[in-house]
């Protein structure tokens, strides 16, 4: 999706990112949303990724709905189309395109979703307004969001504490809002979109298992991914210290006690 002017998307779509958002499914993503779907629905899942939760969504509107998925970056669909072979889905469909300008009529869809997308956006009330658009009269638009002003993390590494000031730094130089949660209505509302109403829930890293693959993700990111091109490229950080960043992600992954947690902010709203 579309960012500010400078146009970066601070993850990328490094090989390790992609493995980290194909872990996202319908049931730990939008749990929110999950009441309000019933067969033969037309869903678009903007910003879809590699595809985890939007072949998630299809099978819940059943072979009576359709389910389109949208996103900017072509190795994402790519992904996607790659892991709706694997799942023998011929039905659902992924297309390159903007959140700004959605390729489809207006109020086409009964939902429309977006998981982790407008906190990268330069303006997320027009791409609010967008997704009204497509969005037929009464139909539901759905965003969650995460606020990394709430992340906590145990042991507190000091490793950690510069990665969450230089990914806070490298968001917002590309014009977004790494701490969306906290927004949504204020957005929503200037959208003009009618019946606002939030939820939160968090993802827990806990167990030494999940804690193991949440550190080792970020110690691969934290110095093959976007994130380190985007903080060399500006000055933002010498090769050095990002890899003492990804070192602190080790530690992390390795330490018996670790704990990782993160709020979401989830919109509900119609059209």
Avoid: K
């Avoid at 009529?105 to 407008?118: G, I, K, M, N």
């Avoid at 003009?192 to 939030?198: K, Q, W, Y």
């Amino acid at each position: 999706m579309r960012a500010a002017p400078a146009g970066g998307y601070v993850h990328g779509h490094h090989g390790s990112v992609l493995a980290s958002h194909s872990a996202r499914t319908a049931e730990n993503s939008c749990g929110y949303l999950l009441d309000h779907l019933t067969p033969g629905m037309r869903v678009l899942d903007v910003g879809c990724g590699p595809g985890s939760i939007t072949l998630d969504l299809a099978e819940l509107v059943g072979p009576g709905g359709e389910v389109v998925g949208v996103d900017a970056a072509a190795t994402a669909i790519a992904a996607a189309r790659d892991a709706a072979t694997l799942r023998a889905d011929d039905r659902t469909r992924f297309e390159v395109g903007d959140v700004y300008e959605l390729a489809h009529p207006a109020a086409s869809f009964d939902v429309v979703h977006a998981h982790q997308v407008l906190q990268h956006l330069g303006d997320p009330i027009a791409a609010l307004r967008e997704m009204s658009r497509v969005t037929r009269p009464g139909g539901v638009i759905a965003a969650r969001d995460a606020d990394y002003g709430t992340m906590a993390w145990y042991p507190r590494l000091p490793a950690l504490d510069r990665w969450l000031a230089l990914y806070e730094l490298l968001a917002r130089e590309n014009g977004g809002e790494p701490d969306a949660a906290r927004h949504l209505r204020a957005w929503a509302r200037a959208a003009g979109l009618r019946d606002v109403s939030l939820t939160a829930t968090p993802w827990v890293y806990a167990t030494p298992e999940l804690a193991a693959w949440w550190g080792h993700s970020w110690a691969d990111r934290a110095v093959s991914s976007a994130f380190a091109t985007q903080a060399l490229a500006g000055g933002h950080a010498t090769r050095e210290e990002l890899v003492g960043i990804r070192d602190g992600w080790l530690e992390f992954a390795e330490h018996p006690d670790a704990w990782f947690s993160m709020l979401h902010g989830e919109l509900l709203a119609r059209a």
